[in-house]
């Protein structure tokens, strides 16, 4: 009987990657980008990693965000369906950037064309697809042998200013081996080294030592460059731990920041021995990386941890561990709390005149002459009631005197932007103590859209005001096309534009790099009536409530190509006043919020109630942001939840009121609120 032999396990390869970039001043800095995009989540995993670098010859006028805008749609558009193979979703990314750079060139900003290098691939497993256009390279190194596999690829495409659609168009796929190492860069590395001394040099160095290598030389003799070298190794294959005698060399230089000085002793009869002082446990480490929160810079090499991961290792005799001072811990933690009473003063009435009080009847002199077991007469009972009472009127009118006593004449009292002392009871109510405003805006102001950190607004019939939130500055832009009244508007970030919905149902793009208003085609159905317009990715949605139906329109050259039917039969948004797109499309009606996805409804998620039953004015979230956010002006309130529906926070102030439309930006922790005459904001958590 034969017997059975184990099958050899086949593991799979992964790339090990090493993103170099290289500025020589800020000002060249925009003009250069190197990135690497891993999978987010589980279900993006069969994608692989999606990577590139895109640089901009000669730092040309207006076109320092074309670098980040590519990057973005390619990110995007890439991981947009993990349903798709990677072949398919590194071309369909690299399409969408077509089509980004197309808009560009027909907007006005064309000084980009002829000058953008890139080169990119997306490596899933061992397969790799990659391409290139410009002054651009692509190398691999296998077996002490090396060749440029991109010679050949989107040679044409560089110099192309007729037909800028086209900038993307080769790709190549190929299988990678175990050992192999391919180099992504600029043309500068084959300006300092040739081929031969590139394969020299891999031989001659690790995966950990030849970045170090290309790195310095780019920095020594180029002013932007950039590259991406990537090592193909077995996927169970981690770093290589650091030597003993490495960690010798680099000790005096990692002493005095990876040890603190010891801090001073409380001194006690019996001195216990101090303490290891952990590693700040709250913040994520890096993989292969120690954080040092006491000079707040990383030192690589994972070695410095003990095998639990929790306390710093004592390396040497020389480097003592830091020692514990409960003096200095409970003086720190004093002193926050110390701030933290400055910042939130006690509220406290103004004092008023005492009150005189009335003489002790002869018999209560003493007090065992006091019955305290004995219980209160009914007539006791009032009377004390009504004392208590009293008391209580004369002191709230002493308050309403002092105040008018020390108001100058012909003044009011201040309601707006002041915040009540108490807030509704319900769930997760935040007081919002002040509300600021940002700039005074025209009476007929409406809407308000955030774009790239700038805020937009809607004026008279055919205007869009810039507002810079930092300093208020304001910048009025007129449209001179023949559209009927600005209605309804939204950001596209992928193009870094404005798209306005008109009352003649025209969409006119405005664009901020040059503040150019231009119509765009489209082709909506009959009786078509807009409640409402979003975007995602380069895709225009609107809410149609008369339909009972949200349109999609993909966008083409020259607009939008030809709209879908995006919910499916059987949805019912005929009540709906709102809507927003995040990793759902949430519709609201005026007191509950629904989800879709592909179309149908989300079982997955039910928002949450609050005590205080929603009046949903305005609902607002998009795919940069974790939460979604609803307007209440009947509650002075916005409501934060997050993507599954959980309330996280209720943002409450009596001047949340007569908000015609307000945005949030969780960056800087921020909402802004927009009302007739006023831009205001006030800060998040």
């Avoid at 002493?255 to 290891?276: C, F, G, M, S, Y």
């Avoid at 709250?282 to 690589?300: D, M, R, T």
């Avoid at 317009?533 to 966008?555: C, E, G, S």
């Amino acid at each position: 009987m034969p017997l059975h032999t184990r099958k050899k396990k086949i593991h799979g390869l992964k790339g090990l990657f090493r993103p170099i970039s290289i500025a020589a001043n800020r000002e060249l800095e925009p003009f250069i980008l190197v990135f690497v995009y891993p999978p987010e989540n589980f279900e993006q995993c069969p994608l692989g990693t999606v990577f590139g670098i895109i640089k901009i010859e000669g730092s040309p006028k207006d076109s320092s965000f074309v670098v980040n805008l590519l990057a973005s749609v390619i990110k995007k558009e890439f991981f947009a369906r993990p349903d798709r193979p990677a072949y398919e979703s590194f071309e369909a990314s690299l399409q969408k950037a077509n089509l980004a750079l197309a808009e560009l060139a027909r907007q006005g900003s064309v000084h980009w064309i002829g000058k953008i290098s890139f080169a990119g691939g997306a490596l899933e497993k061992n397969n790799l697809h990659f391409s290139k256009i410009g002054h651009a390279s692509i190398l691999l190194s296998r077996n002490g042998l090396i060749a440029d596999i991109g010679q050949g690829i989107g040679e044409d495409n560089f110099e192309s200013e007729s037909n800028p659609i086209k900038t993307f168009s080769d790709i190549s796929s190929g299988k990678l081996e175990k050992g192999d190492r391919l180099i992504f860069t600029t043309s500068d590395l084959l300006d300092i080294f040739s081929l031969e001394e590139l394969r020299q040099n891999f031989s001659r160095f690790g995966r950990d030592e030849f970045p170090n290598i290309v790195s310095a030389s780019l920095k020594a003799n180029s002013e932007l460059s950039g590259s991406v070298i990537i090592d193909i190794v077995p996927e169970e294959e981690t770093e290589p731990a650091i030597s003993h005698t490495e960690i010798k060399k680099i000790i005096p230089e990692i002493k005095e920041k990876l040890i603190p000085e010891p801090l001073p002793q409380v001194p006690t009869a019996r001195q216990k021995p101090p303490l290891d002082i952990p590693p700040a446990e709250k913040k994520s480490f890096l993989p292969n990386s120690l954080y040092i929160s006491e000079a707040e810079e990383i030192i690589p090499k994972e070695s410095f941890f003990k095998k639990s991961g929790k306390y710093l290792v004592n390396l040497y005799d020389r480097a003592k561990p830091a020692t514990f001072s409960a003096e200095k811990y409970f003086s720190a933690f004093f002193q926050l709390v110390s701030k933290w009473k400055e910042k939130r003063p006690a509220f406290r009435l103004p004092s008023v005149p005492a009150i005189p009080k009335p003489p002790i009847p002869e018999k209560f002199r003493s007090i065992k002459d006091i019955n305290w077991r004995r219980p209160l007469s009914g007539r006791w009972k009032i009377t004390s009631g009504a004392i208590a009472a009293l008391i209580l009127v004369i002191l709230i009118a002493a308050y309403l005197a002092r105040q008018r006593s020390t108001q100058p004449a012909g003044t009011e009292t201040p309601t707006e932007n002041s915040a009540p002392t108490t807030a509704f009871d319900d769930i997760k109510v935040k007081n919002i103590e002040e509300i600021s405003q940002v700039a005074p805006l025209p009476d007929d102001s409406r809407q308000i859209i955030l774009l790239d950190g700038t805020l937009y607004t809607l004026v008279s019939e055919k205007s869009l005001i810039e507002i810079h939130p930092q300093n208020g500055e304001e910048k009025t832009s007129d449209s001179q096309i023949d559209s009927g009244k600005f209605t309804l508007a939204t950001a596209m970030p992928d193009l870094n534009t404005i798209f306005i919905f008109t009352e003649d149902k025209k969409i006119i793009a405005f664009t901020p790099i040059n503040s150019r208003f231009t119509e765009n085609n489209i082709s909506l159905p009959g009786n078509f009536k807009a409640a409402d317009m979003k975007t995602y990715l380069t895709y225009l949605y609107f809410l149609d409530t008369n339909a009972n139906q949200i349109y999609r329109f993909p966008r083409a050259e020259g607009g939008f190509g030809e709209g879908k039917s995006w919910l499916n039969s059987g949805a019912d948004i005929k009540n709906a006043n709102s809507f927003a797109i995040n990793e759902d499309v949430f519709v609201a009606d005026q007191n509950k919020i629904s989800s879709y996805l592909q179309g149908k409804i989300d079982d997955k998620i039910n928002f949450e109630s609050p005590e205080t039953p929603l009046s949903i004015d305005e609902i607002y979230s998009n795919p940069d942001l974790e939460n979604v956010y609803a307007l209440d002006n009947s509650n002075h309130r916005i409501v934060q939840f997050s993507k599954d529906g959980k309330i996280q926070n209720q943002y409450f102030n009596e001047s949340i009121s007569g908000i015609g439309s307000f945005t949030a930006d969780e960056k800087n922790k921020v909402i802004y609120l927009q009302q007739p005459g006023s831009l205001s904001k006030f800060s998040i958590e």
